[in-house]
């Protein structure tokens, strides 16, 4: 079966995705001196994007980060906040040709760049066997395949919504990337970055962790409502390029919508 490889540790008890991530995650933490009150941020960035959104599951609760550090572990140094939420929901992508998008009632949001990437020793979220677990090199794939394609690079993108099913994977994504240096993306998340009015504001819906868990269909949702000036976030300047990822830790996928 192409799942014996499961075998290999879930005798140990890493039973779930979350326990997979804890160790990819202790590893890097280790390695670039990320900390709890870091994936806290993340957290709690998320959580306050989705103070302004109806629909979020996050909607109406605050989060701190003493909330944050007194909350239930899950797999450490994961702990209940770090974790996506469990949703039963629904999500529709239109997807037509740019001159009939123009004709609709809504703005259009143009895909520049869209790939899926896998590389050597990736597994299903246990890619445990490379010889370093600091990066996401599916990810790093996928970036330089986008920024081809669409002849932008991290400069130019001005929100994203990074796909994240647990906080450490956001951090990682910041540096996978390019948004910063390899062990820099604790630093770009304690400078606010993520915030509305950060360098990079996003998951400005509440994201996978703090609106719902519907296998990333809402983070495109969200992009495209970024580029339409449509979100609950919207952030005060301009949006004109979202970077959307998705599948951390399966073959992995991400696109660039920009303005017409």
Not at 179 to 208: Q, S, W, Y
């Amino acid at each position: 079966s192409d799942l014996v490889h499961w075998s290999w540790y879930m005798a140990y008890g890493m039973l779930i995705p979350g326990s997979w991530i804890a160790m990819i995650a202790n590893k890097y933490m280790h390695s670039y001196g990320v900390t709890r009150e870091d994936l806290g941020r993340v957290a709690i960035s998320q959580r306050n994007h989705a103070l302004r959104n109806p629909r979020a599951w996050g909607y109406g609760k605050e989060l701190s980060m003493q909330d944050y550090l007194a909350a239930e572990p899950i797999a450490y140094p994961l702990c209940l906040f770090d974790f996506c939420q469990e949703t039963d929901g629904g999500c529709a992508i239109l997807v037509t040709s740019a001159d009939r998008a123009r004709t609709l009632r809504n703005k259009p949001a143009v895909i520049r760049g869209v790939t899926q990437a896998s590389t050597r020793g990736q597994e299903q979220m246990t890619s445990f066997y490379r010889h370093e677990l600091e990066s996401l090199p599916e990810m790093e794939m996928a970036a330089q395949r986008l920024y081809a394609q669409s002849g932008l690079g991290p400069q130019d993108i001005d929100a994203a919504c990074l796909y994240d099913a647990f906080t450490s994977e956001v951090i990682m994504q910041l540096e996978s990337f390019g948004f910063c240096g390899r062990g820099e993306g604790k630093d770009m998340v304690r400078d606010g970055a993520l915030d509305i009015d950060g360098r990079l504001p996003n998951n400005t819906h509440g994201g996978l962790i703090s609106e719902g868990y519907i296998h990333g269909m809402n983070n495109i949702a969200e992009g495209v409502r970024l580029i339409r000036g449509a979100s609950t976030g919207q952030p005060a300047k301009a949006v004109k390029h979202v970077l959307v990822s998705s599948g951390v830790g399966v073959p992995t996928g991400a696109l660039i919508l920009g303005s017409d």
